[in-house]
């Protein structure tokens, strides 16, 4: 006995010899049209003993053995079982087509099943109480689909097939492989183990990290012009001190290249439209380079600092939260409309993005509740990469708004047809929120009496009040 072969090749080498033998010495048994069954019976016989035991051999021996005339008749059986559909035929002509696959050779029963299964569900039942045979039942079905004036498709679907199960089952493998990983990015122990794997592997194929440009175990970290940490990300610090000390621009083209930093940042800024619109009027019908000294007033000045505060001031935005409510808040005004796009965990509402654009000439012409539904309209279309497949709600301080979508066609203008079915297409849950309660909307709305100051002194007025004579004079004689 020589020696045990470890890997097995020798053995899967007589294995593979022995299967080949076998199949060589297999002879099938003559086909016997008159009895097919005592045939299956034989050959089934001879399978056994010859020791082929694979179902894919065996089928293979039965299609070589058969006759052409016969493989065409089962190809024609398979079509008439599982392939014919009504489609876009009339009821006789499936029926009269089903016949002639079958050959003859079918029972009238069973054509009368398959036939049924392919037609409409009222037309089965109002033809399964039928008595009449099978030649008179296609012309009530053709008169049937007539009166209805719909030909239905009915398409045999295989619910469970085993694609779909491969499927479902890699879903859920990757979904939990998913799950596993969020969970350990959380923690710290696991990070620091994926790093010194990465580095092995760096390791063993000559690869060397510079170290001068590498961050690890941070809190925090800048990246593309943006502050990200665990909280979320913000605007770098030295960018928001760059545009915070920019000089007062004398001319277009400054204004400009101000405006172009500044709004690298616009989705960190609530209402920016609004804050720049007054900046945005110099440059309008300017040539691109143009450099017109600009005639700055009082108005340009304190708008172009309310511009530098409102980086300054710039909002933290969140990460996402695939666990948190989505929703999408949004407000109209006279001069422009704007969106907040923001999520809520564990009662705590956080900003996502900001959006808002200044109307046209047009827009600034329509009533509030033109006003409104572009609002919606514009942010949804804004945040579509973001909102579509997502459940999220629509918040708006325009109550009329929660009623669009229960308006018939006759009630609406062709453009509110047009904003609704957009806007449908991705949510229709739209609700009310007090301009109070929408603490965003509230605060967009209001931008001028946040960045413009006032010059009264409302900490001096108590003050003042106390020294008053004429004042405590009043209060005297009221009292008496």
């Not at 690890?216 to 770098?236: E, R, T, Y």
């Amino acid at each position: 006995m020589g020696p045990p072969n470890v890997n097995g090749e020798s053995e899967t080498k007589l294995y593979v010899s022995a299967e080949i033998a076998l199949v060589g010495a297999f002879k099938p048994p003559p086909l016997r049209r008159n009895n097919v069954e005592l045939w299956f019976s034989q050959i089934e016989s001879q399978f056994l003993i010859s020791g082929i035991s694979r179902e894919e051999t065996k089928f293979l021996h039965v299609v070589a053995i058969l006759e052409e005339d016969i493989l065409s008749y089962v190809s024609d059986l398979g079509t008439l079982l599982s392939d014919m559909q009504l489609g876009d035929k009339k009821p006789s002509q499936l029926l009269h087509e089903m016949q002639d696959l079958s050959l003859g050779k079918i029972e009238e029963s069973v054509i009368r099943m398959l036939w049924f299964q392919r037609l409409p569900l009222t037309t089965q039942r109002i033809l399964s109480a039928s008595t009449d045979k099978i030649a008179s039942l296609p012309l009530t079905a053709d008169k049937m689909a007539e009166v209805s004036g719909v030909w239905t498709c009915v398409t045999s679907v295989e619910v469970e097939s085993a694609h779909l199960n491969r499927l479902k089952v890699q879903i859920s493998e990757l979904t939990s492989v998913v799950q596993q990983y969020c969970k350990r990015i959380r923690n710290a122990s696991p990070h620091r183990r994926d790093l010194e794997q990465v580095f092995q592997r760096l390791n063993e194929n000559g690869l060397v990290l510079n170290i001068e440009k590498c961050i690890f175990g941070a809190d925090k970290l800048p990246f593309l012009g943006c502050q990200v940490s665990k909280a979320g990300i913000s605007p770098s610090k030295e960018k928001v001190e760059a545009l915070v000390d920019y000089p007062q621009p004398q001319d277009v083209s400054a204004l400009r290249r101000f405006l172009a930093r500044l709004n690298f940042y616009r989705r960190f800024i609530p209402n920016a439209a609004e804050i720049q619109r007054i900046l945005y009027d110099f440059v309008k019908g300017k040539k691109k380079r143009e450099k017109t000294t600009i005639d700055w007033s009082e108005t340009a000045v304190q708008a172009f600092q309310t511009c530098k505060n409102s980086i300054a001031q710039a909002a933290l935005l969140a990460h996402p939260n695939s666990e948190a409510k989505l929703s999408l808040a949004v407000v109209a005004f006279n001069t422009g409309i704007a969106g907040t796009l923001q999520q809520t965990y564990l009662k705590n509402t956080q900003p996502l993005a900001f959006f808002s654009r200044k109307l046209t000439r047009a827009e600034s012409r329509y009533n509030a509740y033109d006003r409104e539904l572009l609002a919606v309209y514009s942010s949804v279309k804004h945040f579509r990469h973001f909102l579509e497949g997502r459940d999220f709600i629509i918040y708006t301080d325009h109550k009329p708004l929660t009623f669009a979508s229960q308006q018939t066609g006759e009630k609406t203008s062709p453009r509110h047809q047009y904003y609704l079915e957009f806007i449908s297409q991705l949510s229709t849950d739209v609700r009310y929120i007090s301009g109070i309660q929408s603490t965003v909307s509230d605060a967009i709305s209001r931008i001028d009496e946040i960045g413009i100051p006032s010059e009264i002194d409302y900490e001096e007025i108590p003050r003042v009040q106390v020294d008053d004579v004429e004042l405590l004079t009043l209060q005297g004689a009221s009292s008496n």
